[in-house]
């Protein structure tokens, strides 16, 4: 009884030290990627992880490089289902981007290649090129369960695409044109930084951007427009 007491004892022992010691190894060697950033719960009890930037509108000084890697993992037994290296490029100074909904999940690479896959196989469904490559891509997806468009951002290009096939809905879309064609101006740079779904076949979006004078931005500037997406 004594030996079987040590012997537990020792393992315990054992397995806090690895704990504490080799979680960041634990997480690169299950899930390919390192610190978490994007985390998304969908139904089936499944969690997707990422170290994507967190929201697909969120602007950055200098896009971080990233691992390209995004694992979905069960949370009854926390074992990971799948996992996807995401980017086309092998470059190893690739960004990339992740949204997700209940059932589908998508990505988007520097080189503007837009990916759709299954949320419980981790299968890919779909892809398409945006036109523009960029250091700094981002996904916007209208909040529901079951999104009917993603738009893939590459600077102030729009693409609109049907979540579920990858068709491009309409041409691009310039953000700053589509302020001039609204009467307003900008002397900054304009972002697209919503989608919003009204109803089956009616969209808006939200466009944001700050004045600037000399090249600084002003702060005290800063405007928001709301339009109406004509998409076929």
Not at 57 to 66: G, I, S, Y
Not at 214 to 225: A, I, M, Q, T
Request: charged share 15%.
């Amino acid at each position: 009884m004594a030996l079987f007491l040590v012997s537990c004892s020792n393992n315990f022992a054992l397995a806090l030290f690895a704990d504490d010691v080799g979680l960041s190894d634990f997480l690169v060697a299950t899930t390919g990627h390192g610190a978490v950033k994007f985390v998304h719960y969908a139904a089936k009890n499944m969690l997707v992880t990422s170290d994507s930037p967190v929201a697909g509108h969120q602007l950055l000084a200098e896009a971080p490089d990233t691992s390209c890697y995004v694992a979905g993992r069960d949370l009854e037994n926390g074992q990971v289902t799948w996992r996807r290296n995401v980017c086309a490029s092998k470059n190893q100074m690739s960004h990339h981007v992740v949204a997700a909904a209940q059932e589908t999940w998508w990505s988007m690479d520097s080189l503007g290649v837009v990916r759709g896959w299954s949320m419980d196989k981790g299968n890919l469904l779909w892809d398409a090129l945006v036109p523009q490559p960029t250091n700094q891509p981002r996904l916007l997806v209208p909040p529901s369960a079951k999104p009917t468009i993603v738009g893939a951002v590459a600077e102030e290009i729009m693409v609109v695409l049907d979540a579920t096939t990858g068709e491009a809905l309409g041409t691009p879309l310039l953000a700053s044109q589509v302020l001039r064609d609204n009467g307003c101006s900008s002397r900054g740079e304009a972002r697209w930084l919503q989608l919003v779904s009204q109803d089956e076949d009616k969209w808006s979006a939200l466009i944001g951007w700050a004045h600037q004078r000399d090249g600084v931005v002003s702060s005290n500037g800063s405007d928001l427009l709301m339009v109406s997406l004509q998409l076929k």
